[in-house]
């Protein structure tokens, strides 16, 4: 019998639960220990791992996810959902931070989160980065207390310069956004253009595409809500957003393209450039979008808006044009 | 991809983030172990791969995506499929020869894959819908004796019954399984599985009432963990199905109103004009009227704050 095992001390492992959720599998598909364990360990050894009184090796892993016939990147999927389903209290207080419903995160999910802030079990920068987000929003810090807060789990300095973006640091940032001054703006801004045209900053996510598309976001948010923005990045920000026009077409993935046509609009309006077609995009992935509580902001028109967006609605040639093909033309 | 490729990875990580071997490796193995699980696959333990990437500030499963998709140079598997689910082609041409020859270590999402070329194949007259119904079949057939449990074999049993709908015992199991199945696991190919299927219920006779709510609802709460426009899209079209299945006209009018302005954002031309005519079919409505009836009633809303220009 192979060698899958060794001895270890429990109380140093918090990675236990690996053999947990192999065994929730196994049980959910009725398949018994002796059928599963059979050419891979003997069910003393395997009942060792469940008793944590051992580790298991990636050999026996990969032998027991073939009979299970999961593919290993699966299977870390399945890790990362089952985190997230219980630790539910935690996500829903950072995704209710995240569209900017502060009040709503406190009343809500603040309390069941309070005693996980000093070691969070998920979203170990992004947990107190929204708490600290929601305490200035609420007046129960100053600005630059929260940004001390944020800053000492950011680190932002070491993001910039690594070859590798992780997804909660992507994540942190658009949270950092919120807060920063214009001279960090520009720091993440820049960032985020060479991550997206450099090519040499690899993205670590789960999800690449939505990963990729949220690079886009972040970094039209990043350099266009400056208060001053010089005129030579013009041109970037019109090159990541026909990037992300390109990109989503593709993808289709982008469920908040309204934040990208929202910053856009506002752009434009400090530039004094019109684009119909921006205007027409940033109302209708407003209205068409499935769970309206998602959009915390007030929506900010005149009736010249509203005119144009039904103008376009009438015209049919538009109506039946690929995703984006006017705006990528223009 | 060996277990020793996966501690390359884990180093390349440390060296991304400027941390030393010595303090990655405290409290967990000794640098020499560390070196040692670089060269040789022997003896390597899951749980201080685990720790490490903990260290690093990385789940496991980031890591492995990582290694599978990033670092390797992603074939394009998850995204092939993805393409030809949604049946959007613009960047397809770049896989479909890498999907042809590509072999997956795991037999039944090799199935899967072929089954995927061969519905692009379909779609593009490359082979005849005789043809694509023909691999169907011999892949039910193949795979009779498997679960619907393996994701891969849910999929190609919902993309089987997209047109072979008579097919009531594979449909019963496969609509049982997956209203009860757990999506933690396998949830893009449970994605597809379930868009399959549903699109596949809409206006036909096999839709119940309970059917046809209780997949929407698990379509609807995967949706809550991964919001994708597209399938968010689908959703709108699914539940607007079912509030016309019980007479809802107030969720049926807003629901449609939002589905049909998605669908003039997603989809063109002739594939445009299908799914307005399947609109028009199945609800009986001008979806312009319709919609510019909704929008009227979105920018009175206290959402909508109208200023002088």
Same mark, same amino acid.
């Given at each position: 019998m192979r060698r899958t095992m060794m001895n270890y001390n429990s109380k140093r492992d =918090?990675?236990?639960?690996i053999i947990d959720y192999l065994d929730q599998i196994r049980a959910e598909r009725k398949i018994s220990i002796k059928d599963f364990t059979d050419k891979v360990m003997s069910v003393r050894n395997y009942t060792r791992l469940l008793n944590k009184e051992a580790a298991i090796s990636f050999e026996a892993l990969s032998l027991f996810l073939e009979k299970l016939s999961v593919p290993l990147f699966d299977f870390g999927g399945y890790l990362r959902n089952s985190k997230i389903y219980e630790n539910l209290d935690i996500v829903n207080f950072v995704n209710t931070a995240g569209q900017e419903d502060y009040e709503t995160a406190y009343k809500e999910y603040y309390t069941p989160i309070k005693d996980k802030l000093?070691? +969070? +079990?998920? %979203?170990k920068k992004l947990l107190p980065i929204s708490v600290a987000m929601m305490e200035y929003k609420l007046n129960m810090s100053t600005k630059y207390e929260s940004i001390d807060k944020i800053k000492s789990v950011l680190q932002l300095s070491s993001i910039i310069s690594s070859k590798v973006l992780f997804s909660e640091d992507l994540d942190a940032l658009g949270f950092y956004m919120l807060i920063c001054n214009d001279e960090a703006k520009t720091l993440i801004g820049e960032y985020l253009y060479k991550v997206l045209f450099n090519k040499k900053t690899k993205i670590l996510t789960g999800t690449v595409e939505l990963s990729t598309i949220q690079v886009h976001l972040n970094a039209i948010m990043a350099l266009t809500r400056r208060e001053t923005i010089p005129n030579r990045d013009h041109k970037k920000i019109y090159r990541i957003f026909k990037s992300f026009l390109e990109y989503d077409k593709k #993808?289709? %993935? #982008?469920?908040? =393209?309204y934040l990208v046509f929202r910053d856009m609009k506002d752009y434009n309006m400090k530039c004094n450039i019109k684009d119909d077609l921006i205007t027409y995009h940033y109302i209708s992935s407003v209205i068409s979008i499935r769970d309206s509580n998602k959009i915390s902001d007030d929506i900010i028109l005149n009736q010249n808006d509203i005119d144009v967006y039904y103008d376009l609605l009438k015209d049919e040639e538009f109506a039946r044009e690929s995703m984006y093909e006017r705006l990528i033309k223009s | 991809m060996t277990y020793s490729d996966y501690f390359k990875i884990i180093d390349e990580i440390r060296l991304a983030k400027n941390i030393t071997v010595s303090d990655l490796c405290?409290?967990?193995?000794s640098e020499r172990t560390y070196f040692r699980h670089m060269i040789s696959n022997k003896g390597i333990k899951f749980d201080v791969f685990s720790k490490l990437a903990k260290k690093l500030g990385v789940t496991s499963e980031e890591l492995v995506h990582y290694s599978v998709f990033v670092r390797k140079g992603d074939p394009g598997v998850t995204r092939f499929m993805y393409r030809v689910q949604v049946k959007h082609f613009d960047d397809i041409a770049e896989l479909y020869p890498i999907m042809i020859d590509y072999k997956h270590d795991n037999y039944e999402m090799n199935l899967l894959l072929k089954t995927y070329v061969k519905k692009y194949q379909y779609y593009i007259n490359k082979i005849s819908y005789v043809e694509y119904k023909e691999w169907l079949k011999e892949c039910l057939n193949l795979t009779k004796e498997l679960t619907n449990e393996i994701d891969a074999i849910s999929n190609i049993r919902a993309l089987y019954l997209q047109e072979f709908s008579d097919d009531v015992q594979v449909l019963d199991t496969l609509l049982d399984y997956y209203v009860k199945s757990?999506?933690?696991?396998g949830f893009t190919f449970k994605l597809f599985g379930i868009d399959s299927i549903l699109s596949l219920m809409?206006?036909?006779?096999?839709?119940?009432v309970e059917n046809v709510k209780l997949l929407s609802e698990k379509f609807n709460e995967m949706l809550l963990r991964f919001d994708h426009k597209y399938f968010s899209m689908n959703s709108l079209l699914f539940s607007a199905y079912y509030y016309k299945l019980i007479d809802d006209f107030e969720n049926l009018e807003e629901t449609l109103a939002k589905y049909y302005l998605n669908l003039r954002l997603m989809i063109g031309y002739e594939d445009y004009d299908l799914k307005i005519m399947q609109l028009k079919t199945i609800f009986n409505i001008d979806p312009v009227e319709l919609l510019k009836k909704y929008s009227e009633k979105q920018f009175k809303s206290s959402k909508f704050i109208l200023k002088n220009s």
């Open positions: =918090d990675t236990r639960f000093e070691n +969070p +079990p998920i %979203m #993808a289709k %993935m #982008a469920i908040w =393209d | 405290e409290g967990i193995i757990n999506h933690s696991i809409v206006n036909t006779k096999y839709s119940t």
